[in-house]
T-cell receptor, first 110, second 113 residues
Framework: GESVGLHLPTLSVQEGDNSIINCAYS??????FIWYKQESGKGPQFIID?????DKRQGQRVTVLLNKTVKHLSLQIAATQPGDSAVYFC?????????FGTGTSLTVIP | GAGVSQSPSNKVTEKGKDVELRCDPI?????LYWYRQRLGQGLEFLIY????????KSGLPSDRFSAERTGESVSTLTIQRTQQEDSAVYLC???????????FGSGTRLTVV
């Protein structure tokens, strides 16, 4: 089956620092990727997406980088804030399905 | 409503009973997904509806699980003869055209005792 893994299950950063969350995917045919943020007790919330014909996309304080050569995806959060504390999932789309990883728990230390 | 609505938010049921979970997608969203999320784990795909096309049921874990959707409206996920391993949060998500900007509901937390 497909697998989407995360290099680090937990990440702690100081408020104001930049955060980088990494994700490895396995299906070279995946053509679309999304990062989600899930706060405790809530459903995942869309953060940013990227298509496979791009290698970088920027949003507000977030940047997603895609390296198709090594099948690696990363989410960079600039000037991390306490409200960024959550579990972050990457997802790859292959066919009709999105495949999600376990998630990385980000804790922002005030 | 403005978001994806799921009901009930919490459900405790006895082993062997049937349960029905409901998802109200955002109006106009043709695509609808059901996922299962076990504690501390990622999202497990269950089923995908896109418009009037035949649903992709490839993620349903057993024949005890079924889902229906009428047109582009409400979807129900039914679990028959529930087992303890069915305990999880069941999440529904919808999007306008099956790609990008999926909006998730808050989920139904199912506990089978």
């Amino acid at each position: 089956g497909e697998s989407v893994g995360l290099h680090l299950p937990t990440l702690s950063v100081q408020e104001g620092d930049n955060s980088i969350i990494n994700c490895a995917y396995s299906n070279s045919a995946s053509d679309y990727f999304i990062w989600y943020k899930q706060e405790s007790g809530k459903g995942p919330q869309f953060i940013i997406d990227i298509r496979s014909n791009m290698d970088k996309r920027q949003g507000q304080r977030v940047t997603v980088l895609l390296n198709k050569t090594v099948k690696h995806l990363s989410l960079q959060i600039a000037a991390t804030q306490p409200g960024d504390s959550a579990v972050y999932f990457c997802a790859e789309k292959a066919g009709n399905q999105f495949y999600f990883g376990t998630g990385t728990s980000l804790t922002v230390i005030p | 409503g403005a978001g994806v609505s799921q009901s009930p938010s919490n459900k405790v049921t006895e082993k062997g009973k049937d349960v029905e979970l409901r998802c109200d997608p955002i109006s106009g969203h043709t695509a609808l997904y059901w996922y299962r999320q076990r504690l501390g784990q990622g999202l497990e795909f269950l089923i995908y509806f896109q418009g009037n096309s035949a649903p992709d049921k490839s993620g349903l874990p057993s024949d005890r699980f079924s889902a229906e959707r009428t047109g582009e409206s409400v979807s129900t996920l039914t679990i028959q003869r529930t087992q303890q391993e069915d305990s999880a949060v069941y999440l529904c998500a919808s999007s306008r055209e099956g790609i990008g900007g999926y909006t998730f509901g808050s989920g139904t937390r199912l506990t089978v005792v």
